[in-house]
């Protein structure tokens, strides 16, 4: 019997790069050191020279150079915090938190109203998770320099990722860019503040600024789009990444964010194009096949879709959702059941019981006639998932074949409960209709 409906897994990338990531002056989104920004001219030429260099030597993971040269450093200025800063700096790249202490108490005794010292202490206690600590030294630098741009930048970070507070976040950012307007860090911080407040406009000015002010960085153009995808502006988002590839034409992810744009924003060959010349830049990459597989089958090309369904699995062995995908392909042309059959269970094992792994294995049962299996599989999924239209609606056609039809009715009005409009309502109330009408 052919399928009624088939379940899909949505493939749709609309999240902000991660916001415990900040923006360098190099342009390029790093994760958050426990080392402040330094003012070389502050130093003596040998100490700033031996400084850099560890700095450099950190920024490569070669942490035994840049111990050398930091404790060179403290024979030229042994009375300067900032080498300290950097051994302490190496102490915590080592996962020694107790020595890392000891450095920044030293470095703190040698400079008690030292603003970098107290910016060392607020990212060393947010590294462990201390974030009263954190604050309040973040805080104390200020004090120390009402001017420390980094204290501010920094503590903007903590009240926007670890304590969840956005509008403290966006003053403290525009602190920091009161005292330096062409920070991009703090307009980056900004930005993702303004977006937690559902300040969109304010939150694109925000982008926009990063991306003019880091003009050779494609990645504050790639964050922007992925902020435009979660406001649904898809042709929008593709301006956005189509300016951050020509800037760097091979950076991957930014041509899938494209890719998925173009798909959401229904140009279609523009997506198939950009999946293909994806899959010629990374080669050993599965995703670009498993959205052309996805684009193939909206378009009836199913010798394409398995093609590329069985490319995506020989690179990618443990991909759940061309498993998933393919399955549920065979199971549209209610053949090869025995093997959908197969596909969907490696689906589930390798999705770790993902619910709509779950619901095509259930759904293949149903087409296998086994709808006593089917029925226990979306219940468990179910179990399992946040309230779902399309599982409850599973599950009121397979309980209704079953002829359960008061627990069928049941299920499809859960199914329209949850969602009133979901893609197949309309069925859904058909069916209500019909088991009312028995």
Same mark, same amino acid.
């Given at each position: 019997?052919?399928?009624?409906?088939?379940? /899909? #897994?949505?493939?749709?990338?609309?999240?902000?790069?991660?916001?415990?990531?900040? #923006?360098?002056?190099?342009?390029?989104?790093? =994760?958050?050191?426990?080392?402040?920004? +330094?003012?070389?001219?502050?130093?003596?030429?040998? &100490?700033?020279?031996?400084?850099?260099?560890?700095?450099?030597?950190?920024?490569?993971?070669?942490?035994?150079?840049? @111990? &050398?040269?930091?404790?060179?450093? #403290?024979?030229?200025?042994?009375? %300067?915090?900032?080498?300290?800063?950097?051994?302490?700096?190496? $102490? #915590? /790249?080592?996962?020694? !938190?107790?020595?890392?202490?000891?450095?920044? &108490?030293q470095a703190e005794r040698v400079a008690p109203q030292s603003a970098e010292v107290q910016t060392s202490w607020g990212r060393y206690y947010l590294s462990q998770n201390e974030y009263a600590k954190s604050e309040a030294a973040y805080k104390q630098a200020i004090e120390a320099n009402p001017r420390a741009v980094v204290a501010y930048t920094d503590l903007g970070q903590l009240y926007l990722n670890e304590l969840k507070r956005p509008q403290a976040a966006v003053e403290a950012f525009q602190s920091a860019i009161d005292l330096q307007p062409d920070s991009a860090s703090a307009h980056y911080g900004m930005a993702l503040g303004l977006a937690r407040l559902n300040q969109i406009d304010a939150a694109i000015v925000e982008f926009e600024t990063v991306?003019?002010?880091? *003009?050779?960085? !494609?990645? *504050?153009?790639? &964050?922007?789009?992925?902020?435009?995808?979660?406001?649904?502006?898809?042709?929008?988002?593709?301006?956005?990444?189509?300016?951050?590839?020509?800037?760097? *034409?091979?950076?991957?992810?930014?041509?899938?964010?494209?890719?998925?744009?173009?798909?959401?924003? @229904?140009?279609?060959?523009?997506?198939?194009?950009?999946?293909?010349?994806?899959? /010629?830049?990374?080669?050993?990459?599965?995703?670009?096949?498993?959205?052309?597989?996805?684009?193939?089958?909206?378009?009836?090309?199913?010798?394409?879709?398995?093609?590329?369904?069985?490319?995506?699995?020989?690179?990618?062995?443990?991909?759940?959702?061309?498993?998933?995908?393919?399955?549920?392909?065979?199971?549209?042309?209610?053949?090869?059941?025995?093997?959908?059959?197969?596909? $969907?269970?490696?689906?589930?094992?390798?999705?770790? %019981?993902?619910?709509?792994?779950?619901?095509?294995?259930?759904?293949?049962?149903?087409?296998?006639?086994?709808?006593?299996?089917?029925?226990?599989?979306? =219940?468990? $999924?179910?179990?399992?998932?946040?309230?779902?239209?399309?599982?409850?609606?599973?599950?009121?056609?397979?309980?209704?074949?079953?002829?359960?039809?008061?627990?069928? +009715?049941?299920?499809?009005?859960?199914?329209?409960?949850?969602?009133?409009?979901?893609?197949?309502?309309?069925?859904?109330?058909?069916?209500?209709?019909?088991?009312?009408?028995?």
């Amino acid at each position: 019997m052919k399928l009624s409906l088939l379940p /899909r #897994i949505c493939l749709v990338t609309g999240l902000l790069v991660s916001t415990t990531h900040s #923006i360098t002056s190099a342009g390029v989104i790093v =994760d958050r050191s426990s080392f402040p920004d +330094l003012n070389f001219e502050l130093l003596p030429t040998e &100490t700033a020279r031996l400084v850099k260099q560890g700095v450099t030597a950190i920024s490569k993971g070669e942490l035994g150079a840049a @111990e &050398t040269y930091f404790r060179k450093a #403290i024979k030229f200025s042994p009375m %300067d915090p900032i080498p300290l800063l950097g051994l302490a700096q190496v $102490a #915590i /790249r080592r996962n020694q !938190p107790e020595q890392a202490e000891l450095w920044l &108490t030293q470095a703190e005794r040698v400079a008690p109203q030292s603003a970098e010292v107290q910016t060392s202490w607020g990212r060393y206690y947010l590294s462990q998770n201390e974030y009263a600590k954190s604050e309040a030294a973040y805080k104390q630098a200020i004090e120390a320099n009402p001017r420390a741009v980094v204290a501010y930048t920094d503590l903007g970070q903590l009240y926007l990722n670890e304590l969840k507070r956005p509008q403290a976040a966006v003053e403290a950012f525009q602190s920091a860019i009161d005292l330096q307007p062409d920070s991009a860090s703090a307009h980056y911080g900004m930005a993702l503040g303004l977006a937690r407040l559902n300040q969109i406009d304010a939150a694109i000015v925000e982008f926009e600024t990063v991306a003019r002010l880091l *003009p050779e960085d !494609p990645v *504050p153009l790639q &964050t922007l789009g992925r902020f435009l995808v979660t406001q649904g502006q898809y042709k929008q988002a593709v301006n956005a990444f189509t300016r951050g590839v020509k800037i760097k *034409p091979d950076l991957v992810s930014l041509r899938l964010d494209r890719a998925n744009s173009y798909f959401a924003s @229904e140009q279609v060959a523009e997506a198939i194009d950009e999946y293909k010349t994806i899959a /010629r830049l990374a080669p050993n990459n599965a995703t670009p096949y498993v959205r052309l597989g996805m684009i193939y089958e909206s378009q009836l090309k199913t010798s394409d879709a398995e093609a590329v369904y069985r490319r995506a699995i020989e690179l990618d062995p443990k991909n759940p959702i061309a498993y998933n995908n393919l399955a549920l392909l065979f199971a549209q042309e209610n053949s090869r059941l025995d093997e959908a059959l197969e596909l $969907a269970k490696k689906a589930v094992e390798l999705g770790e %019981d993902h619910p709509n792994f779950v619901d095509t294995l259930a759904w293949i049962y149903r087409a296998k006639g086994n709808l006593n299996k089917a029925e226990m599989l979306l =219940d468990q $999924a179910i179990a399992k998932s946040p309230p779902s239209a399309i599982l409850y609606y599973h599950l009121g056609i397979v309980r209704s074949e079953r002829q359960k039809n008061k627990d069928a +009715l049941a299920a499809l009005r859960r199914a329209l409960e949850i969602n009133e409009n979901f893609s197949e309502s309309n069925d859904a109330r058909r069916r209500i209709n019909d088991l009312k009408s028995n």
